[in-house]
């Protein structure tokens, strides 16, 4: 973990521990075509308020007609997300505020299309997901004057594009102990909606949001006060705002004073969280049931085939790749988040051996059109490496060969002019060198660890510009402490 | 029987319906709205066990459309009905503190 100790706000200070409990809320865009109730385009960064009409602008005597595809993303991401498809209804929450034109926002409030679900971290922590339902995005508002900021600004500037695009909003238990879990679970999140293709899930142009609810407790005490942070754009924000949140609760918890519960801004320049309201004076939103939408009752027919679009899931193939190649989940994350996994079992299949091709797909290819490499070539290569055949660098120029071009690895081994150098022709090499450099083996043999390490990074370097990089520094390093200890 | 409705509660719905009301005003729909509440408490005094809840007064349900894109309307026009504009969008007063 080289982030800044997501147990930091848990460990320091005090005489007691204090434990971190973290809920996450988060908004997802769908991508469909149009909005929510109305044909306008559902399109991120138009030109403003060219994406309006009657019923986005809430104009009378308009109404709302619901979107299939949108309900049937919902279903799909409820279903990968394990939770149940219910009938649905839709409810009007009321606000003032001019980010929606119609003075509320339509949303699913008591009957939500999808209820208690769970998501699986590549840990192997489970975390309860209480709902997933429709909503309509609001209008965005612009801030002007007193620098921008929400709470000084002069005046607002509304752009209607993107009120009534289609949201889900899915809500999770508060099972996260700590923000590296948090970043986790968010991250697995966006894997899912990517995977589902139900969003293009973009934190950065906020397609992807998420809100986070905070607060401290001594393990095994009842949940403390919560504080809900906004304006987490990142996953990076997301770990930031949580650590400062948990410290700025403990160290008020420890002054004497007590955490009022509150809605709270995060501002990523000067890495702070800032009251927005307190939760006192929050919205009664006076929630009723929309009557221009009727329910969403789907039937058994449709909810079979959403349950057909819903793909192999990330920690499913994370498992697959753990089974084949005899490795944890957690260590198959990145190639899966890569989308590399369909070539990595392959190439296993094809005889190669799982921990190489492993190295290979986390090291050696994170590059463009990896995932469109011959897995048999790539199991090829793996042997070469292993039967000594290639240095782990010349496997490595080889693979990025076979990438930009394609091709077999032992064309382009013998393109490259990579020759094997036997052992015995290695063995020659090393005593040569030894009996040219007698001072530094002499410290080699009779020196402490520190020396011996630097100077076998010296050998090294000898043999291989006498082999032109053609000897495998692993065999040479092991030569080396052969000559030594014989 | 559900509570009465207190002048504290007119009040707040007022205060979140963004409505200025005198102390006269108050005390006048206090009044006026008891009467109505207890118009509908009348329905309270029903066996209503066996009667399925009812989530729409209109028996449908799935109403969808394709998610087929229509034309918008125009910007000049649309903004045209605004009483402020600024850069294309709509100019609003600042709303401290009232995001929701």
Known sequence: ?486 | MPQKITRDDVAHVADLARLALSDDELEQFTGQLAAVLDHAADVEALDVADVPPTSHPVPLENVLRDDVVTPSLDRAEVLAQAPAVEDDRFRVPPSLGQEP
Not at chain 1, 238 to 264: C, N, P
Not at chain 1, 287 to 306: H, I, M, R, T
Request: hydrophobic fraction near 40%; proline fraction near 5%; charge should be negative.
């Open chain 1, 1 to 486: 973990m080289t982030e800044s100790g997501s147990r930091r706000g848990a460990d320091e200070g005090g005489t007691k521990q204090w434990e971190l409990v973290v809920g996450l809320e988060v908004h997802c865009e769908l991508a469909t075509a149009t909005k929510l109730f109305c044909g306008c385009p559902n399109q991120f960064g138009a030109e403003p308020n060219t994406n309006v009409c009657p019923v986005c602008l809430g104009l009378p005597g308009s109404l709302p007609v619901l979107n299939r595809q949108a309900v049937e993303f919902a279903m799909r991401l409820g279903r990968a997300l394990h939770c149940t498809v219910e009938p649905s209804t839709f409810a009007r929450k009321n606000y003032f505020y001019p980010d929606m034109p119609k003075d509320y926002q339509v949303s699913q409030y008591d009957q939500p299309i999808n209820a208690e679900g769970h998501l699986d971290l590549p840990s192997g922590q489970r975390i309860g997901i209480e709902r997933a339902h429709l909503e309509e995005d609001t209008g965005k508002s612009t801030h002007v004057g007193g620098g921008g900021r929400i709470h000084e600004a002069g005046h607002s500037l509304v752009d209607y594009n993107r009120a009534g695009v289609p949201l889900v909003e899915i809500v999770g238990r508060p099972d996260l102990r700590s923000s590296e879990d948090a970043k986790a679970y968010a991250a697995e999140l966006r894997a899912i909606l990517l995977a589902t293709g139900v969003s293009d899930a973009k934190m950065e142009e906020g397609s992807m949001r998420v809100d986070a609810n905070v607060s401290v407790r001594h393990p095994g005490e009842e949940f403390g006060t919560r504080c809900e942070i906004k304006n987490l754009n990142s996953l990076r924000s997301l770990g930031r705002a949580i650590d400062y949140e948990a410290r700025r609760q403990i160290d008020l918890i420890e002054a004497g004073e007590r955490v009022i519960q509150q809605t709270r801004h995060w501002d990523e320049a000067d890495g702070r969280t800032h009251t927005l309201r307190s939760k006192e004076e929050a919205y009664d939103y006076r929630y009723f049931p929309e009557p221009d939408l009727v329910p969403v009752v789907p039937s058994a027919e449709w909810l079979a085939e959403v349950e057909a679009s819903v793909p192999t899931l990330p920690a499913e193939r994370r498992e697959a790749v753990a089974e084949a190649a005899g490795v944890t989940p957690a260590d198959a994350a990145l190639v899966v988040e890569r989308g590399l996994d369909g070539l990595v079992l392959a190439a296993i299949a094809a005889g190669a051996d799982p921990l190489r091709v492993l190295t290979h797909a986390d090291h050696n290819l994170a590059v463009e059109g990896a995932d469109a490499l011959d897995p048999r070539a790539l199991a090829e290569l793996v042997t070469m490496e292993a039967d000594g055949a290639l240095t782990a660098t010349q496997a490595k120029t080889v693979l990025a060969e076979m990438v930009a071009g394609g091709g077999s690895p032992a064309e382009i081994a013998g393109a490259k002019g990579f020759e094997a150098v036997s052992a015995d022709a290695l063995g020659d090499v090393v005593d040569g060198i030894i009996a040219a450099n007698a001072d530094e083996w002499d410290r080699y043999v009779n020196g402490d660890d520190k020396t011996r390490g630097k100077l076998t990074g010296f050998f090294v370097g000898q043999v291989m510009r006498a082999t032109q990089g053609n000897a495998d520094g692993k065999a040479v390093t092991a030569l080396l402490e052969q000559r030594r200890g014989g």
